[in-house]
């Protein structure tokens, strides 16, 4: 399924996202699991919040990270997010 | 400075998953129960509101992520929205397992804006209630309801069920059931042979053709229903040659905290002999998890025996699970005979061979059956001392 990269992204409601010391990085919680979001994914997942676009999500990297072409990168990952059923556009 | 050649600290790491058996208090007297045979004792014992708490919040410092909170049937205690509120906070993944037996309104409406993750609904089913979810309409007005506001509250709706021999034929009229009511991710789990379970093995373990058909008439259903709903199907560990790895190893990532404050690697293992279990009224979870020697126990792999342990596959099953291996030969430390390595998997191949003889009518069966109630605890735990 392919990402609406205009529309606001949501976290799909059985997750939780948040930091945790213990695994030194951010987190997706869901019922009886949890999925490691090590360096740029957790910088990337950061950004979902129900409000930003696939396409604002990048642009506010770009502005973070100047100089860096993470568009194709950041597009692949919500992909697969998306696929994945963690997060969907609406 | 650390010295040459020295051991680093091999400080375990602490749980991810604690399952908080809130009570043992239950209105369902199923015949598979897991809860300890003895429960009873706990009654009088329950830890308190503030007790659970902060086993919580040791927990959680210790990097510990899910929590389950169970039974018996939690809600039977007054406080679960509090449990639920407070350990989301701290930061926990809130799991309710639930007969839904209790679940009004006024409480699921708390849970959500206490910020609980999912309700996981279990099927009661004793053969007696069985008959009545399966020929009359109470139960499932009761689980229609309950459904219904699982959906209204946007939860998913996630359904346990326990298969054994006197309902697993009924495997159509249990998913037509499910998809009625709605069930996203359903769970048909045959039940595992421990506490209640074991003492009525031999009128839950199916025989292989009536596996057979279940999983072939779950299948057809899984493709017929498509992505609407998640579908497992478990067949009782007796019919593996591998043992399960249970609970991913002892101590590894799962800590069981009892109604009266045991702290366990299981929910079985209670009645594991020669070992002292901490309770969190003593301790905090720290101690107990690093450094209590119950927890180290069967840790690791410098406990077994052979053929575990010069086994190549010792780290991926952890020599199956110990109190299999003491329920049914009498030493924690052997190979669980589910392995068909283990010299004694005749055990298991005997009582599997057993399952495969004719049925007696469900009538003659009934009255064989060992009902999980207080009463029988009562007696259980009175013979235990004699």
């Known amino acids: ?90 | 400075m650390t010295k040459v050649g020295s051991e680093p600290s091999k400080k375990p790491k602490g749980p991810m998953w604690v399952n908080a058996e809130i009570t043992y208090k239950c209105p369902l007297h199923c015949v598979f129960c897991y809860n300890p045979m003895d429960y009873a004792s706990t009654l009088k014992s329950e830890l308190s509101t503030a007790d659970w708490l902060k086993v919580f919040k040791e927990a959680r410092e210790l990097g510990a992520v899910q929590l389950g909170i169970s039974g018996g049937e939690p809600l039977m205690r007054d406080d679960v929205e509090e449990m639920v509120a407070e350990s989301s906070a701290m930061g926990y993944y809130v799991n309710l397992l639930t007969s839904g037996i209790g679940l009004t309104e006024e409480r699921i409406s708390a849970f959500k804006s206490g910020g609980l993750g999912q309700i996981q609904l279990s099927f009661q089913d004793s053969t007696k209630e069985l008959n009545d979810f399966l020929s009359s309409t109470k139960t499932f007005d009761l689980k229609s309801k309950v459904a219904k506001l699982i959906k209204q509250y946007d939860y998913p709706m996630v359904l346990n069920v326990v298969l054994h021999r006197l309902n697993i034929d009924h495997i159509d009229q249990i998913l037509e059931m499910a998809e009625a009511m709605g069930a996203e991710h359903v769970e048909l789990a045959n039940s595992q042979y421990y506490a209640w379970a074991l003492k009525n093995r031999e009128h839950l373990m199916p025989s292989r053709e009536q596996l057979r058909i279940a999983e072939e008439k779950t299948n057809k259903f899984r493709e017929k229903i498509g992505n609407k709903m998640k579908l497992y199907f478990v067949v009782p560990d007796y019919y593996a040659d591998r043992p399960k790895a249970c609970m991913n190893g002892w101590g590894s990532v799962f800590l069981n905290v009892a109604p009266d404050g045991l702290a366990l690697p299981c929910h079985e293992a209670r009645m594991l002999p020669g070992l002292t279990f901490p309770n969190v009224r003593e301790h905090d979870v720290s101690w107990i998890w690093n450094d209590s020697p119950a927890f180290q126990a069967y840790r690791g792999d410098s406990w077994m025996q052979e053929p575990c342990k010069s086994c190549d596959e010792r780290e991926k099953d952890f020599g199956g699970c110990r109190c299999q291996a003491y329920q049914l030969t009498g030493d924690a430390t052997k190979t669980d005979p589910v392995c068909s390595k283990s010299p004694d998997h005749h055990l298991i191949t005997e009582q599997v061979a057993k399952a495969q003889l004719p049925q007696p009518p469900a009538s003659e069966v009934k009255p064989l059956i060992f009902y999980r109630d207080d009463k029988n605890s009562k007696q259980f735990a009175s013979e235990m001392q004699d």
């Open chain 1, 1 to 90: 399924m392919t990402l609406d990269v205009t529309k606001p992204i949501v976290l799909e409601r059985q997750f939780r996202f948040q930091f945790e010391p213990a695994q030194d990085c951010y987190v997706l919680l869901y019922p009886e699991g949890l999925i490691k979001l090590p360096g740029s994914s957790g910088e990337i997942m950061k950004l979902v919040d129900g409000k930003l676009s696939a396409n604002e999500i990048i642009s506010q990297l770009e502005t973070t990270f100047p100089g860096v072409d993470l568009k194709q990168d950041v597009l692949d990952f919500l992909e697969n997010a998306n696929d994945k059923g963690w997060i969907r556009a609406e």
